[in-house]
């Protein structure tokens, strides 16, 4: 695994790249079917050469990882895991291929949505919401370009409900910045999402695939 600095050269290696970006749950099993979930969609990712990029730790994070290192053909796919200092003192997983390592969630966060070109939010908890709200208003605020934020997974329709029930019915929002969300149910639903991003941001940059 290579762990990144700041200033290293090697961080060339992870601006490359069409990169899709998970988050999730560290609690969630390998034997749950939304562990399975995420899986199957990272290893669909690798398989396409495009990197993917999660917090590095266990759960849908290892999910993913694991997922893409399956389905990944060359060595210039990378799993990229930006990890973070805790307490607890969570472990990366084994399947990353590149390491960042941050002591604060901001800046973090900020590197998340520097690397995304599209962002997949799977099951989870606080980290999982904060990650999902700060992204949505990055995109809504046009502080990055408009990338697709994907809700995969029944648990996310409720939450969607409710927002267009009081943010948006008491005006603190406008329907322009729901549109910015995508509810699927499954990994294929995400992948064609997914898809499509990438062959929309090929034909603005040169990306490598």
């Known amino acids: 695994m290579v762990k990144i600095k700041k200033g290293n050269s ?3 290696l992870i601006d490359t790249n069409f990169k899709v970006t998970i988050f999730g749950s560290s609690r969630i099993k390998e034997g749950d079917i939304r562990y399975k979930q995420i899986k199957n969609l990272a290893k669909m990712i690798g398989k396409r050469g495009m990197d993917i990029v999660t917090g590095g730790g266990p759960g849908m994070m290892k999910a993913a990882s694991e997922g893409h290192r399956i389905g990944k053909k060359n060595k210039k796919t ?3 895991g930006l990890a973070i200092k805790l307490a607890n003192k969570q472990k990366t997983n084994k399947y990353v ?3 960042e390592k941050f002591t604060r969630f901001s800046n973090r966060l900020d590197e998340f949505m520097l690397l995304s070109n ?7 908890g606080v980290g999982t919401l904060l990650e999902f709200f700060y992204s949505w208003q990055l995109v809504q605020t046009k502080q990055v370009y408009n990338i697709p934020i994907i809700l995969l997974g029944k648990e996310w329709k409720e939450l ?14 406008d329907q322009k910045d729901i549109n910015l969300l995508v509810l699927v149910n499954d990994a294929h639903e995400a992948i064609k999402i997914i898809d499509k991003t990438y062959e929309e941001c090929k034909k603005r940059n040169n990306l490598s695939k």
């Not at 599209?118 to 989870?124: K, Q």
């Open 10 to 12: 090697k961080k060339k």
């Open 78 to 80: 990378h799993t990229i």
């Open 97 to 99: 291929d590149i390491e």
């Open 118 to 124: 599209a962002i997949v939010v799977s099951p989870g």
């Open 160 to 173: 969607y409900r409710w927002i267009k029930k009081y943010p948006l019915k008491n005006k603190f929002l």
